[in-house]
């Protein structure tokens, strides 16, 4: 074998003592990468993981996460599409859209995104409705229901203006939906001094921070699917808003950031 390699015997059996031996700092890396990935359920891919290693002091090569995220044969959770119901075909007035789809906001509580999505269940559906902080992408309100009636987003709107310290110059943007266009809820945002803004006819990019934030909830907690009574949904969807998306969750758009610190960082400013 030496002659073969031309390499000398002391060469050839150092190579033979370290054969095999492991890196002890990428096995560190692995033991934390593997720590991150349990601690946010297979939700993050490498660009959350290397974001949260270097948040906590130490400095790690992309390409590295993912080669090490290869190695430990650890992947993201697949996204799946969802579609939208939304029932636009009614008689009540329709606002300008004001967004244009312009989603570069300067401060928190300029602008809130709104919508309802649908989640199915083992005992039938189940209907979420949701009010978003565009700056910070913080979730300050939503209201489950097992209808689409107004009173659900009337609900979530108010709890959401109950968290904040409502300030002038609002904008409310959401889709056509017949529970946004009713009176009751208008008198609603009348209240708070909100201009209201709706998304043109079939639109989802007019609200598509709204959509990514319902694509990621179904995808991360797997409810593309019934899998989970409506009380365990319910559980599960308090527990990804208040605990893990708020307050933990890294956010791309908000370089790695949580919804949170973003918020509480803009409003001490």
Known sequence: MVEVLQVSKSGYYNWRLH???????EESLKDLIMSIYKENYGRYGYRRIR?????RGLTINGKQVLRLMHE??????CPKRHKKTTDSKHSEPINENLLNQNFTVQRVEQVWLSDITYLKTLEGWLYLSVVMDLYSRRI???ELSESLAKESVINAFKKAAQTYKITADKIFHSDRGVQFASDEF????????FTQSMSGRGNCYDNAPMESFFHTLKNELLLS???????KTRIKIFEYIEFYYNKKRLHSSLNYRTPDKVFFDKLIC
């Open 140 to 142: 300050p309100g939503w």
């Open 72 to 77: 430990l044969n650890l992947r993201a959770i």
């Open 186 to 193: 208008r008198e609603e945002l009348k209240k708070y001094g």
């Open 19 to 25: 054969i095999g031996a492991t890196d002890p700092e």
């Open 225 to 231: 699917k019934a899998i989970d009574s409506k009380y």
């Open 51 to 55: 974001a949260e290693i270097r948040n």
